[in-house]
RNA sequence: CGGGGCGUAGCGCAGCCUGGUAGCGCACCUGCUUUGGGAGCAGGGUGUCGGAGGUUCGAAUCCUCUCGCCCCGACCA
């Protein structure tokens, strides 16, 4: 390709929207550009990067058995009504009608109609397993797209469902293509990592997400310094801290603020502390005697979840152990309506007991108008509070908390789990390592379904006995520009992308630098055809540009290998090689440099195809 | 959805407070010089100041409404 007939727009400035690398180098080095929010048209470089990432998926979904359909975008909302979907997905699921006023919906994910597609033709058992996908654009009408194609609204992703006819050929397949997808993220040159993500219902270990490693990732997983304990911080789980010090191994399981002794329940005025910062910084002491009581709204009733100051509650360990639908922080009138004071109040201590027209224990009666019946409900608490010895909880009256408060003594909980968010220098729930918290773009996911989908649908066969049976499905998805974002997260510098051959838009940049030479022009055509002939993809800079504009547009567009071809190394019959991805340029004969790029290729494409690993 | 901000040339921005000929840098077009790391000189403006309404002799500027976009938060198979 000459550059001059490229549509190849760069920039020499990125748009002030733009806000990571990624979105800025692509943006930059005419690859994308945005037609609405979240909305981007691909340009040639762009869609050349899209392509060879598509090529691998395909490739290796192909190698690993999987078979390539299409299916529609728009889908007719009779296959979301009957999965149950249609009322559950939230407004990212873009509904349309057409002209006769029948409801459709842009597909973000295609779980109903591959079940449609395949319980109308597969009887038996005989035709199982099967496992079928497609790459296609899906929309998804995120709250807030940023970041370019890493959480676009319309994007492109490879999805695969497989059907089967028994857990344990769905539970190979799942290996299957655990192992293809560490194929797949090898061979596009990434850094990554699998983590254990939510499986939600479905439990166990079935549930992995390719996480790219990367500062600017949205997601955050923690990941054992000793074994290979890896998992989304959401999923992520956590073991007694010992002696409530973070991070500290202890023989210590349980009252880990050790041997203090307990001391009398007193309310102290607290005027407008409100944070755990706010509260332990006025009371003069540290988080850790904090216990954060956090009200929640679900489809169970309102909560309350008890963490220690220091901690962050997970909100997916609670909705689990609720086995809710749905769950939310509770607005201020809830809060108000359950605990009679307003957020930053809320406490353990005699919450239950509002509405009843009983004081706190110990303490004289109080006020209680505007509360309500709380005998019902629940409160939860992680493991983490039991170490708490004399806490710090608020008082469920403005600008109060009580101080020496003690867990039995003073209220009881319901129950203890695991309900905070993993940490940094958290202990590793499977040994005595320790969790160190990575940033991670989350590429890929495999999962298995179970039969959510196969009997809400019908989609059954008949087995050896002659049983009907609902398939169990599994289903695995990978974000294809996605990846081509993480990529450059990964390799770039202060000039621009540095790509990894496989993903590269062009193996070879040739710049001659003076296209009015004749001698120089001669020697460009040559190698270009050449190049062109052992099937390379191949970029001539034609245009008639000062050297330095040249050499700029090369470095942002990061194609692997640079051919300059100039007057001086044309005297020895040379040109200039120079990687992307090395600081220093050398001289090659002439005659040597289709043999010699040709290596370099071959070498790249090696390095990618390394054994995938098998499941931690 | 809550809070904050922005919309002026292809891109990045100034002008708005205090109403009076629409500007700067880069990019772009023409000519000459230059040609190994974003050149120099000369000439050229390519604009519905997001849109609609209002105030005014006069609106990019003030007011109202509206659309779009961005940031923070909430949300997220």
């Known amino acids: 390709m000459k550059f001059s007939r490229m549509f190849l727009p760069t920039l020499k400035e990125a748009p002030s929207d733009a806000e990571i690398v990624s979105h800025m180098l692509m943006i930059r080095a005419g690859m994308i550009r945005k037609i609405a929010a979240g909305i981007y048209n691909y340009l040639p470089m762009g869609l050349k990067v899209i392509k060879k990432v598509e090529n691998i998926v395909r490739e290796e979904m192909n190698k690993a058995g999987a078979q390539e359909v299409s299916m529609p975008i728009v889908v007719p909302s009779e296959l979301w009504q009957e999965s149950g979907r249609w009322d559950i997905y939230g407004k990212e699921l873009l509904r349309i009608k057409d002209r006769h006023q029948r409801n459709f919906c842009l597909g973000p994910t295609h779980e109903e109609v591959v ?4 319980r109308k033709e597969v009887r038996s058992y005989k035709e199982l397993p099967l496992n079928i996908y497609q790459i296609q654009t899906k929309f998804r009408d995120e709250i807030r797209p940023r970041f370019g194609l890493m959480r676009g609204r319309e994007f492109i992703m490879k999805d695969a469902y497989s059907f089967h006819a028994t857990e344990e050929d769905a539970e190979r397949e799942y290996q299957n293509m655990y192992d293809t997808y560490c194929r797949i993220f090898e061979r596009c040159g990434l850094k990554f990592r699998a983590v254990e993500a939510e499986t939600g219902a479905i439990g166990g270990r079935f549930s992995h997400e390719f996480m790219v ?5 949205e997601d955050s997983i923690a990941s054992c310094n000793k074994c290979s304990y890896a998992a989304n911080v959401e999923r992520a789980e956590t073991k007694m801290q010992g002696s409530g010090v973070r991070g500290l191994p202890s023989n210590v399981s349980i009252g880990g603020q050790g041997s203090e002794k307990e001391r009398p329940l007193e309310k102290v005025s607290t005027p407008g502390m409100k944070t755990v910062e706010e509260v332990s910084g006025f009371l003069k002491t540290t988080p850790q005697k904090l216990m954060k009581t956090l009200i929640y709204n679900s489809d169970k009733g309102v909560v309350a979840a008890l963490v220690r100051g220091d901690y962050e509650l997970n909100e997916s360990k609670l909705k689990r152990l609720l086995d809710a639908q749905w769950l939310n922080l509770a607005d201020e009138e809830t809060v108000r309506k359950t605990t009679n004071a307003p957020s930053g109040f809320a406490g353990p201590v005699g919450l239950k007991d509002r509405g009843q027209g009983a004081g706190v224990r ?6 209680l108008s505007g509360g309500q019946n709380n005998t019902n409900l629940k409160i939860f608490a992680d493991y983490n509070v039991q170490t708490i010895v004399n806490g710090i909880t608020g008082a469920n009256e403005a600008d109060a908390h009580f101080i020496n408060v003690n867990i039995d003594r003073d209220f009881t909980i319901d129950s203890y789990a695991d309900l905070r968010i993993a940490a940094d220098g958290d202990l590793c729930p499977r040994c005595d390592g320790v969790l160190k918290i990575f940033r991670g773009i989350e590429v890929g996911h495999v999962f298995k379904l179970g039969t959510k989908y196969s009997e809400a649908m019908d989609a059954t066969f008949l087995n050896e006995k002659g049983q009907g049976k609902p398939m169990i499905m599994g289903c695995y998805g990978i974000g294809i520009g996605r990846t081509a974002a993480a990529s450059i997260e990964q390799n770039h510098d ?7 051959m496989p993903l590269a838009p062009f193996h070879v940049h040739l710049i001659p630098v003076n296209v009015k030479d004749k001698p120089t022009m001669d020697v460009a055509e040559s190698i270009y055809k050449n190049l062109m002939n052992a099937g390379l993809d191949v970029l001539m800079d034609d ?7 040249k050499f700029n547009d090369a470095d942002l567009i990061g194609i692997p290998i640079r051919l300059t071809i100039g007057s001086k190394a044309l005297k020895e019959n040379s040109v200039e ?3 992307r991805n090395a600081a220093d340029a050398s001289l090659i004969k002439i005659d040597d440099v289709s043999k010699k790029v040709l290596e370099i290729i071959e070498q790249a494409d090696r390095v990618g195809v390394i054994t995938a690993t098998r499941l931690p």
């Open 362 to 367: 110990g303490l004289p009666p109080q006020s």
């Open 494 to 500: 202060e000039k621009g992308i540095i790509w990894p």
């Open 213 to 217: 490693l990367a500062d600017t990732g």
């Open 115 to 118: 079940t449609e597609m395949v």
């Open 543 to 549: 245009r008639d540009e000062r050297a330095g504009i």
């Open 577 to 579: 090689l120079k990687m």
